[in-house]
């Protein structure tokens, strides 16, 4: 079995300073191992957006730690934040979130010289996951210019381009129409099956059943449900 | 509150950053244009206004009162032309001593000859306005004449020549614009004061039907004259020469005021039309929201351009007041400059500023309101929820596609190529966003650049003029006849006796003499002096305008003044002559100097029987570096001072002229300059809040603090330096404009050293100035990025 690359141990958030205030997340313990593709379910406003945002270091605990890949996100300060967030995770949002003056090669090349990798490793390393995400012939056009389903295949492409251990996503189909949708759920089952960890935010059971090979179900910022769809391994489904 | 009233309310309140650099930015453009048009218009004709506003007087008369009664001198008011008339006022002249406690001159020394007058403050004429200090409340003080007193507030003067050795303290300083005295007391101090044996005079004030030249002038005062008895009329002074003097001072602030206006009033209405227009576009979803409640195309119009009132108009009322207490001192220091007549800023130009700078808001705000206005509902209502390229797409109406490949964006993909970090390369990309709004903010960058331009080249040119025009006073010791008089009589100076103890002092390094001479020039038609110089004056600093320094008999340099009074030019010969010899002299060179003279080597006065003024003659010492000069004086005051003379410390002192234009260019430029910055900053601080949603996209993909900073920092590096490039030579073009015309105002040229101050040391960090005033504008909106949190960016619509 796969060590854990995430430990959430008793965390809490609440928003509101008030004593009257309801948390968004209460007492949650989670361990998500390498490899697995955990998908969290959950209504609007049950803390799943919470979850995420905190794994991704955008937001802090109010009470509680996250650890991912060994480190304590919950304790670093804004600049180790963002080398966290160049080196560990990457992110996939619902409406893609591209940047639209910027061509589908440099927006997923963005990640990469944030961090200040070579520019011609870069450049490799785009035009190989453009190829893989099948939207190479794009590399030069703009995201106005491309369907969702495409926007967010480059959204993934940017998300993977410094080989994060962790792919979080936060809605990945919410914004597409069905055939997109199905697309990006081959997609996102492809790179578990070739062991991507994932951490899936979404209100959409089908696309947490095709994707994930665990769930777990948030209620009011607490854990109802935590089912293993499958062994948490490197082959998914 | 109607609805209307109550969205306003609200949008002012809402963006409270927005509001505050808003209202930040009027003040600031207020405040430079009040002071720069304020001061262009003060230094309109100032003596005139003083004259008018203080009851000035054309003639200021003593009368003997031993040969005429009472009703002689009474009836002088009603002599032909007099218009109007006060006094009599007794008046003495005199001459005290620096009494006890007075540190400069050191108490005991003999103060120049005055002449005080025992009256009240006011009057029918010559109101005295006090610029320091406090009016006389009764015997025992005095005030003395702001400008031309010889005694400080506090010090005393001692008449040790009167029985009792009365003292007077020194209470204050009026400015009076007649000059019509030296100092004034109580009329009942004046009996203490007269020596025994004598009478005071009488002094009247008159004002005259016709006194616009000096001829009716003197004719005022022969008729005034001629209705006393002969003799009876002992002193009359004209206001012609105050008059004179204080426009051509004036007169050369109108140039570097006037270029500083026009840059304010320009770069004012640039930025408040950045801010404003930036302010209506930023709030365009919420046009959207508020339409679809059912606001007209006129209301929200009628919103917008009341958001921008309110805080403009604060901004306004601010810039108004900070203003005028602005002007306090700096037009304090013109006052003072320009001998009286500035009396602040007339209320008039609180107004129209006011009204301009209101107008200026309404209509920026107008034109992005009108067309918010007439935007359709459902497109405004997209944006925010769309990319900037759709945005832009949906504010034209559809015809640009989202994300379309145009110039600019190749422009940005050229320069996501360059080899520097990518968020540099982000920040460089960045104005291509809002070509518009960025090419204006730079504009005004341009402008303040200019403006301090001007301001470097004007504070090195007055610099360097200053000490030409100073080098008549030049020497780090001077040698000459003691200011309070001579124990000794100096009808003859040995001058070599003087050379030698120079010489042989240790720490002499150059040392010159200049003498006046009664040595006239043939058919001058003005008052030349005519100056001799002997030994080395090539280091005294003294500056050629055009030709060169004599070099020896038969050659002179003469002063602006002199070659237009006599309509002569470098190149053309003239006669000196002295007691009925005569010789030729060659004009070499035109020479800096205010005065009409007229300088020649001291052997061309041989052929002319060498005759000399002994008593005003000056030598003048450089010291070697190092040399303590208040020793080497003191050393050498020993040596001189049984031949009459004395050793002083020298260098020039203060020119309150140069120091009003340096504080008046340098208070215009620090406002031009803010005014630049709070555009800049506002122009980033719209940009960041326009792409926050983009900045937590890069946060999230691992930007840090630092690198969102830099992002930010260098989206204004290229306006800034480009603005640098630009608006240094127009600064120096408009420099080699505002400097010729302040001289030719002053009756000077300017020599090419003064004009040619913009060495490459200082265009540089000339060039960098622009770059250095887009940074400190950016500072604060790229600190507000970094700590922007990544989540609530990624949550902006």
Known sequence: ?237 | MSALGKVVRAGVGRKRVQTLVMVLTTTVSVMACILAVGLLVAARGPYQRSFSDQHGAHLNVLYDQTRASPAQLAATAHAPGVSASAGPYPALTVQPRSGPGTRFPAAGSLLPPMTLVGRAQGGPMDDLRITNGRWIQGPGEVVFLDGHSPLAVGDSARFTDLPGQPTLKVVGLAASVSWSADGWIAPEQVAGLTSPGTAPAAQYLYRFARAGTDAEVEADRAALAAAVPSGTLARATSYRPAQEEANRTASTFVPFVTAFGVLGLAMSVLIIGVVVSGAVSAATRRIGILKSLGFTPAQVARAYVGQALIPAGIGTALGVFGGNLLSVPVLGIAHKALRGGLLGIPPWVDVVVAVVAMGAVAGTALVPALRAGRLRTVEALAVGRTAPGAKRAAALGGSVRPGAAGPLSRIRELIGRLPVPRAFSLGLASPLNRPGRSATTAAAVVLGTVGVTLCVGLTLSLGSLQDGLAADRAGKVLVQTPIEGSAVPVDHVDEAAVAKAIESRPGTRAWYSSVPTPVTVAGNTGRSEVVALSGDASWSGFQLVSGRWFHGPGEVVVSASFLRANQTKVGDTLTLTDHGRSTPAKITGEVLTTNDLVFLDRAALAPLGGAIHPEAIAFHIDLTPGADAKAYADGLDAVVKPMGLSADEGGPGINIVVLAMNTLAGTLTLLLSVVAGLGVLNTVLLDTRERVHDLGVLKALGMSPRQTIGMVLTSVCGGGLVAGLIGVPIGIVVHHQVMPAMARAAGIGVPDADLTVFSPSVVGPLILGGLVLALLGAALPATWAARTRTVTALRTE
């Open chain 1, 1 to 237: 079995m796969n060590a854990p690359i995430i430990r959430i141990r008793g965390v809490g958030k609440t928003y509101d300073r008030s004593d009257a205030a309801r948390p968004a997340l209460a007492g949650l313990d989670l361990e998500v191992r390498a490899g697995e593709a955990l998908a969290v379910l959950g209504r609007s406003g049950s803390g799943k957006s919470t979850l995420l945002n905190l794994v991704a270091g955008l937001d802090r605990p109010s009470e509680g730690g996250v650890e991912v890949d060994g480190v304590a996100v919950h304790e670093l300060g804004e600049a180790a934040l963002a080398e966290y967030r160049r080196t560990r995770i990457g992110m996939v949002f619902q409406f893609f979130n591209l940047l639209d003056d910027l061509n589908v090669e440099d927006n997923v090349l963005l990640p990469a010289q944030l961090a200040g990798m070579r520019r011609d490793t870069a450049r490799a390393r785009a035009g190989e996951l453009l190829e893989r995400l099948g939207v190479a012939r794009h590399a030069k056009a703009f995201p106005g210019r491309l369907s969702g389903g495409e926007r967010q295949r480059v959204a993934v492409a940017r998300a993977l381009m410094n080989r994060p251990p962790l792919l979080l996503a936060d809605e990945p189909t919410g914004a597409l129409d069905s055939a997109s949708a199905a697309d990006v759920r081959d997609l996102l089952r492809g790179l578990n099956a070739e062991g991507q960890t994932i951490l899936l935010v979404t209100h959409d059971t089908a696309l947490a059943e095709a994707c994930a090979n665990r769930t777990i179900e948030l209620l009011d910022g607490r854990l109802v449900r935590d089912t293993a769809a499958a062994p948490a391994q490197g082959g998914g489904r």
